[in-house]
């Protein structure tokens, strides 16, 4: 049976009895709309603890833009459902004025170099609404491990930062990116693509794929980073925002292979009005 919990209260006395049983608890942060991919954190949490905690929780603070918020696909009775079937024991359905209690958030998380590109670059503001919500989730759930999408490739190196840097001592566990079987990145946002920009999405990841075949054979960093600019040109409905091959450690845009022991290429493309980000590993 999964437990629904709606205010902070009723988490707290949750995870308090849990505690004093000496059980470890799992942590799985999602805005809702749920689908395989964040099954799959679940699914992580449940095997590495005695009891998992979801949260579905549509972050104001994290949206630079109100269309996309407003649009945010909202799924609650389907997401309940879904987290019974894998047997998440609870989930946390928090109230905008229980996780922000006074008008607007005052604090201010600066990242540094992590958050100076890509989602942080343009989109304003975002990882400081994610700064801020995780913290007072990790503060509320206070779990040993916590459960985050590769997907999200840059967010979960700016929550390890957090973890580390405010000694919140949870273990921050990556989980690789689930696909559809045409290789489109599952994401909540593309329940809003129509039938036709459907087929198109794979076509991020199938330039993301090539570009790792390029680079695998030796090409150098530059026409990699040339063939998919050319690649995203092409197309007419794929509206490039970033594409971007940085240092997956530090997340700084290198120039060479040389320049880094491990290397991600990371993309966000519009399709139509809906925004995908998809990444992959190129060394
Ligand atoms: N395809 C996926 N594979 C693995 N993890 C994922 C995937 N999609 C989302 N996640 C992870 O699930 C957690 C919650 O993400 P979120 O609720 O924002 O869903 P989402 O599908 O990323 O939605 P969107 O990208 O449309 O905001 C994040 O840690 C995210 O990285
Ligand atoms: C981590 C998160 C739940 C914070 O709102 C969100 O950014 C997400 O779903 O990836
Ligand atoms: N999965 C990242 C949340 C966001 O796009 O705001």
Redesign the pocket.
């Known amino acids: 049976m999964t437990f629904v919990l709606r205010s902070p209260d009723e988490l707290k006395a949750f995870i308090k009895a849990r505690k004093s049983q000496g059980q470890s608890i799992g942590f799985?942060?999602?805005?809702?709309?749920l689908?395989?991919?964040?099954l799959?954190?679940a699914r992580a949490s449940k095997r590495e603890n005695d009891v998992t905690v979801c949260s579905v929780f549509v972050n104001p603070a994290q949206f630079n833009n109100a269309d996309d918020l407003k649009n945010?696909p909202r799924t609650e009775k389907n997401d309940t459902d879904m987290l019974g079937k894998v047997g998440c024991d609870a989930v946390f359905i928090p109230s905008a004025q229980d996780m922000y209690p006074q008008e607007k958030p005052t604090l201010g998380f600066d990242f540094g170099q992590a958050e100076r590109v890509m989602e942080g670059r343009f989109r304003p503001g975002h990882f400081n609404g994610v700064g801020i919500i995780v913290s007072k989730l990790f503060n509320m759930v206070s779990p040993d491990k916590a459960?985050?999408?590769?997907?999200?490739f840059q967010?979960?190196a700016i929550i390890r930062i957090l973890a580390k840097e405010l000694c919140f001592g949870i273990d921050i566990i990556g989980?690789?990116?689930?696909?559809e079987t045409d290789g489109l990145?599952?994401?909540?946002?593309?329940r809003r693509l129509t039938d036709e920009e459907r087929q198109i999405a794979p076509d991020i990841y199938k330039i993301l794929t090539e570009a790792k075949k390029d680079a695998k054979e030796g090409a150098s960093l530059k026409d990699v980073k040339e063939s998919v600019l050319r690649k995203f040109a092409k197309s007419e409905a794929l509206d490039l925002e970033y594409f971007e091959i940085v240092n997956a450690d530090s997340l700084q845009p290198i120039e060479n292979w040389c320049d880094a022991e491990r290397a991600q290429a990371c993309v966000a493309a519009f399709l139509g009005q809906v925004r995908l980000?998809d990444n992959i590993n190129l060394k």
């Not at 989980?175 to 696909?179: I, Y």
């Not at 990145?185 to 593309?190: E, F, I, K, V, Y």
């Open positions: 799985v942060p999602t805005m809702g709309a689908h395989e991919g964040h799959t954190l945010y459960y985050f999408g590769e997907k999200d967010q979960l989980v690789p990116t689930v696909r990145a599952m994401s909540s946002r593309n980000i």
